[in-house]
């Protein structure tokens, strides 16, 4: 399986990567317009599994999910690099708050790692020395985990919920859980966490991952399954929440149809100085179901500041999208993907064709419509599903009509009865 996702992947990688950005712009236009999602910087662990021997909060320099030093300096480069990279879209030597909107999830590390970046992309121009203190702040805006289905993704959606759960009993995943029980079981007696699917993998996983950056020593055990092996199921449990395209169009399709929406409405503004660049502080799943929504997931942890780059190019001709994910730290060149169905640079109309099956028109009213016969998962077994409780409906009917019938006939003088009628 690890192969064949690899080889997936590959497919949906441009040979376009390493292009520098004057070469992109030569053949595709200049970027107009950019969506820029991230993952925060390095944090602590948000947990530790029982047996964990780095579980108490003095191994580390911050309360759990925190972000660490590493993880501010890692998005303050990041954010030179959108600055280097996107400097045309920028006014010189001034924050303008009309040209860029900030938004992060409602989280301290999320909140701070767009800060980080923010302080990054705009270097303090003269006027900016306020007080002799060599900063600026840019405003950032969130919305509460509970309110915000666009980037925490967590808004309440009880469609999304009844699909999910049946989806997590499905065939497939059956098969999932069917072949990484060893796996799982291994897992278990050596943490002590209870291991039952892929979910409670990524847990584990992302512990020992955190500690292996601390450089702490893995226990013995850990030699059998990491990194490749919890890596891989871990893979897997980040995709599997928008596996079919119903849980795509609940889960990522809201921020996928806001990134459309900015590139529209850039080509249908006539103020030159209107918006030119969106950006986005979430988490690893936030852009895992960001790229699977888009298909272009590969299957693999998005690691620490890993960014996707939707950009709004314009040719004389026409209005182009390129996709780029820099999963890098460093001044790196980011992978050009190619959304299945078009070319690497695709125009916006088309893949917003391509998009439209994946886009709520509107979320709140599909999540609360009534789904206790709602068995479409895009899965054939739920033909078969269907087959079998309508099969059964009429073979209940047909029995009961045949015990009426029989009943009727053995009883007929049950039906009416001769009044007796006596005489005076």
């Not at 301290?108 to 923010?118: F, H, I, K, V, Y």
């Not at 469609?159 to 060893?182: A, G, L, Q, R, V």
Request: a neutral charge.
């Amino acid at each position: 399986m690890k192969c064949l996702l690899a080889v997936i992947y590959l497919c949906l990688i441009s040979p376009s990567y390493g292009l520098s950005e004057k070469i992109l712009n030569d053949k595709y236009g200049k970027v107009v317009y950019v969506n820029i999602l991230f993952r925060h910087g390095d944090r602590t662990p948000t947990e530790t599994y029982p047996k964990d021997p780095y579980r108490n909060i003095s191994f580390w320099p911050v309360d759990w999910g925190q972000l660490t030093n590493l993880g501010k300096l890692h998005h303050y480069q990041l954010g030179q690099w959108f600055r280097r990279r996107y400097n045309h879209l920028f006014p010189e030597d001034k924050f303008d708050h009309k040209t860029i909107f900030v938004r992060s999830t409602d989280v301290d590390r999320t909140l701070m790692s767009a800060a980080a970046n923010a302080a990054g992309m705009y270097p303090l121009g003269p006027d900016d020395h306020w007080y002799n203190i060599n900063w600026q702040p840019i405003p950032i805006h969130s919305t509460p985990e509970s309110l915000d289905k666009i980037l925490a993704m967590k808004a309440p959606c009880k469609k999304y919920d009844f699909i999910f759960e049946k989806f997590k009993h499905s065939k497939s995943m059956k098969e999932i859980n069917s072949k990484y029980k060893p796996i799982f079981d291994y897992v278990a007696r050596n943490t002590g966490s209870k291991i039952k699917d892929p979910y409670d993998i990524e847990n584990i996983y992302s512990t020992l991952h955190i500690e292996s950056l601390a450089n702490f020593t893995l226990p013995e055990w850990t030699k059998k399954v990491f990194p490749d092996m919890l890596k891989e199921i871990t893979g897997i449990a980040f995709a599997v929440p928008t596996y079919i395209t119903k849980l795509k169009r609940l889960k990522g399709g809201p921020l996928m149809k806001e990134m459309l929406n900015n590139m529209h409405d850039k080509l249908n503004v006539k103020d030159p100085l209107a918006r030119n660049i969106s950006v986005y502080s979430g988490h690893d799943i936030t852009l895992a179901y960001l790229l699977n929504t888009l298909g272009v997931f590969n299957f693999l942890p998005p690691p620490f500041t890993s960014s996707v780059m939707v950009e709004l190019r314009k040719t004389a001709n026409q209005s182009l999208v390129t996709i780029f994910y820099k999963n890098l730290t460093g001044d790196v060149e980011p992978y050009l993907l190619t959304v299945p169905g078009c070319d690497e640079a695709c125009p916006l109309d088309k893949l917003t064709q391509l998009m439209q099956p994946l886009i709520p028109v509107d979320w709140d009213t599909e999540c609360h419509e009534h789904t206790a016969f709602d068995l479409s998962l895009d899965q054939p077994y739920n033909g078969l599903a269907i087959f079998a409780i309508v099969t059964t409906t009429m073979i209940v009917f047909l029995l009961l009509a045949i015990t009426s019938i029989y009943w009727h006939n053995q009883n007929p003088s049950h039906v009416y009865k001769k009044l007796r009628v006596e005489t005076l």
